[in-house]
C-alpha cells in the first residue's frame, strides 16, 4: 500500500509539472531574418508571440509558403517558434526566418503547409517552448539525425508512461 502511494503521490508530480508547461500563450522565439542574422546563436533577438510578430513572421515567409497570405484555420492566441531555412543546391542560403506563428487547428503542422518548389533543402522546425527555434544550423545530412532524436525521444517517453501506469495500477 506504501508503494502504491509513492508511485501516486510522483504520478501526481508529473502530471502537474506538465499541467504547468506552455501551450504557446506568453511563448518567447527568437526573430530574425537573413543568414547573418539568424546565425548569431543566443545573440538573436527574442520577442514574445503577439498577433503583431505573427504578422511580421507570415509576411517574411508568405511568398515561400502561399497558405500563409490565407486565412488559415489557426488556434487563437496559441503560438509556436519556427526556423525555416531553405538553401538552393548551390548551398546559397536564399530563406532563413526564425520567429511566432499561430499553432494549426485539426492536428495540422506548420512544416507541412505546402512550400515553394525549388531545388536544394529545407529545414523547418515548429516548436512550443522558450526558444526552441534557437537551433543550431544543420549540416548537410544532419535533418536525419533530427528526425532520428526526435522517434528516440518519442519512444522513451511512451516507455515512461507505460512505466508509471503500470505501476500505478493496484495490486489485485
Known amino acids: 500500500m506504501r508503494c502504491y502511494a509513492t508511485i501516486t503521490a510522483v504520478t501526481s508530480v508529473i502530471v502537474g509539472l506538465l499541467a504547468l508547461a506552455k501551450t504557446g500563450y506568453g511563448l518567447d522565439c527568437d526573430f530574425c531574418y537573413g543568414d ?17 510578430s505573427v504578422q511580421l513572421t507570415n509576411s517574411s515567409l508568405a511568398s515561400f509558403i502561399r497558405p500563409l497570405s ?18 538552393s543546391v548551390s548551398g546559397h542560403v536564399f530563406l532563413f526566418t526564425r520567429g511566432c506563428v499561430h499553432q494549426l487547428e ?21 516548436c512550443v517552448g522558450d526558444r526552441c527555434n534557437n537551433v543550431p ?26 512505466s508509471l501506469s503500470t505501476l500505478a495500477a493496484p495490486y489485485s
Open 137 to 162: 544550423v544543420l549540416q548537410e545530412g544532419s535533418a536525419a539525425m533530427i528526425r532520428r532524436s526526435s522517434l528516440i525521444s518519442l519512444a522513451v517517453c511512451s516507455l515512461l508512461a507505460v
Open 106 to 126: 485539426g492536428g495540422r503542422h506548420f512544416c507541412s503547409l505546402p512550400h515553394a518548389a525549388f531545388q536544394g533543402s529545407l529545414e523547418c522546425i515548429a
Open 70 to 87: 490565407t486565412a488559415l484555420p489557426t488556434k487563437h492566441n496559441h503560438y509556436e517558434c519556427i526556423h525555416v531555412r531553405a538553401t
Open 36 to 52: 547573418e542574422d539568424c546565425s548569431l546563436g543566443l545573440d538573436v533577438p527574442v520577442v514574445e508571440c503577439d498577433e503583431e
